[in-house]
């Protein structure tokens, strides 16, 4: 394995590792939301290393955050955080990402199509609950999420070619 290839892995394995302290000890939890900034080390992984490396570092950090909070996985849901690490690597990964479009049409897909929309209908098939209360339910995760994206993703876009050095 090439020495780049290794420190990529690297570094991506601890950004999962965060990501798992971030969202499933330092984050408001219920049963149907989280709100919380567990989104910002699989954003700087996007940022850093593109679609692949962030879909495969989400979908990691979900199976393990499952398993380490004693639940089952249920795939749809990984399948989802697969494609919002996707789009953040999609969106935030290169040289000319501006705040609009790519900022915002990121954070519109991963917050209201995918979180919302689609993990609301994961939620009611594995809750057995109708769609419309529970999608209703994540309302305020999903007007909250929207303005931590906004806030939050430009600065990490600042602050990732400094991280992006540190060996």
Known sequence: MKRQNLVTLCRVAVLIALELVLSRFLSLNTPTLRIGIGFLPIALCGILYGPYWSAAAW???????????????????TLTYILMGAVFGLFLHGKNVRF???????????????????????????????????MLSRLLQCAVLIVLYCILIPLLQKLAPKLDHIE
Do not use: K
């Open 100 to 134: 609009f479009p790519n900022v915002i049409i990121c954070t519109l897909i991963n917050t209201v199509l995918l979180s919302l929309g689609l993990n609301s209908y994961w939620l009611s098939l594995l809750q057995h609950a109708p769609y419309l209360p529970v």
């Open 59 to 77: 979908g990691i950090a979900d199976i393990m955050g499952t398993l380490v909070s004693g639940n089952a996985i249920f795939p749809p849901i």
